[in-house]
């Protein structure tokens, strides 16, 4: 079976198994969410009945909990999943961050960053759910005025520390809440098997998949991306495409894929950002129509598993523009999909 297809498959693209979202983010690992509106369809569309509703109850619920982890992005993970994640990859992403705070010239010495984290958590804990707006505030009432540019490290920065994680879900803004109240107290972990869980939750997804996708996808080095697979052992083998060496495991979904299907995917969805090369998928002559170097994702349009349109999300009616192939469609279908998801 061509790669692409066995991708829709394992990706819950096509003939997706689970009923509730929170099965999809524990199957996927991490998923995108750097868009905050559009996350939920990411995560619903790989159900087998779209509702925003039952992503709402598991958001609330702290099944699912969204914070900047993997390169340092915003991600969905498992509660389940949160401490050996956080465990594992929170250094490397705590780097990242660090790095973007000297390229844009910002420095938070440990004193500004423990009296910020102190009135965090004082807000966090008095309101219950907490957004940006009631930390500048409380920040404003201790005398300190700070720029939504420096809170926002303030935020991450607690986020990997495992103080703060999501709050309930808004139409629009992002909340935040105490990790040991949405989550649970800290848990002990072992490294190697946060690793190795993490690499099987890759794979089983997103294959088949490369090593150098895995690095991408997972921010951390390639020696524990080499070790990671390793430790599967036989659950895991290696297959050559076109001259580039892929991983798929034993437990690849090869059935219920069919043609002729179209895909509304939305920005940042792990159908392409899961990947550092996505020339499987998507032409390189039209990458910029869905990603920049800047790294900005657009809405895109797949058939039969190939990048070949825009959409528009926020529309009444449905709108594509395709810029690959002959697309004689009103994509009608899908289009109802995805309003019926918001209904449901």
């Not at 000297?102 to 309101?127: F, H, M, N």
């Not at 848990?187 to 099987?200: F, G, K, P, W």
């Not at 020339?279 to 129509?289: G, Y």
Request: with cysteine.
């Amino acid at each position: 079976m061509p790669p692409i297809a066995i991708r829709l498959l394992n990706q819950q693209l096509a003939s997706p198994q689970f009923t509730g979202p929170a099965e999809v983010v524990s199957h996927m690992g991490a998923v995108q969410a750097q868009e905050y509106r559009m996350m939920r369809w990411a995560v619903a569309m790989r159900t087998r009945k779209p509702s925003l509703a039952a992503f709402k109850r598991a958001f609330d619920g702290g099944q699912i909990i969204r914070l900047h982890l993997l390169r340092g992005t915003w991600q969905l993970i498992s509660a389940d999943d949160y401490w050996p994640l956080l465990h594992l990859c929170a250094s490397r992403a705590t780097a990242v961050i660090r790095g973007w705070m000297r390229s844009s010239g910002v420095s938070i010495g440990d004193d500004e960053l423990g009296r910020v984290r102190e009135i965090l958590v004082r807000t966090v804990s008095d309101k219950g759910n907490a957004v940006k707006e009631d930390f500048v505030q409380a920040l404003a009432a201790s005398g300190i005025v700070m720029d939504e540019h420096r809170l926002s490290y303030h935020l991450r920065m607690a986020e990997l520390s495992g103080t703060l994680c999501s709050g309930d879900l808004l139409p629009m803004k992002a909340t935040y809440a105490l990790t040991e109240q949405k989550v649970g107290p800290r848990t002990a972990v072992d490294r190697d098997e946060a690793l190795l869980t993490l690499t099987r939750k890759y794979f089983q997804s997103h294959q088949p998949a490369t090593l150098e996708d895995f690095v991408w996808w997972s921010g951390l080095n390639i020696g524990d991306c080499r070790r990671g697979i390793a430790m599967m052992g036989d659950a895991i083998h290696a297959v050559k495409w076109q001259g580039r060496l892929f991983y798929m495991t034993d437990g690849c979904r090869t059935r219920g894929f069919r043609k002729g299907h179209y895909l509304l995917i939305p920005p940042y969805d792990e159908y392409l950002i899961g990947y550092k090369s996505r020339d499987i998928v998507l032409s390189p002559e039209c990458r910029h129509r869905a990603h920049n170097n800047s790294g900005i994702f657009q809405p895109v349009i797949a058939h039969d598993g190939i990048i070949c349109g825009n959409w528009s999300p926020f529309r009444d009616m449905a709108h594509a523009e395709f810029f690959l192939g002959d697309h004689d469609t009103d994509l009608q279908d899908e289009w109802s999909r995805y309003k019926e998801f918001q209904l449901k």
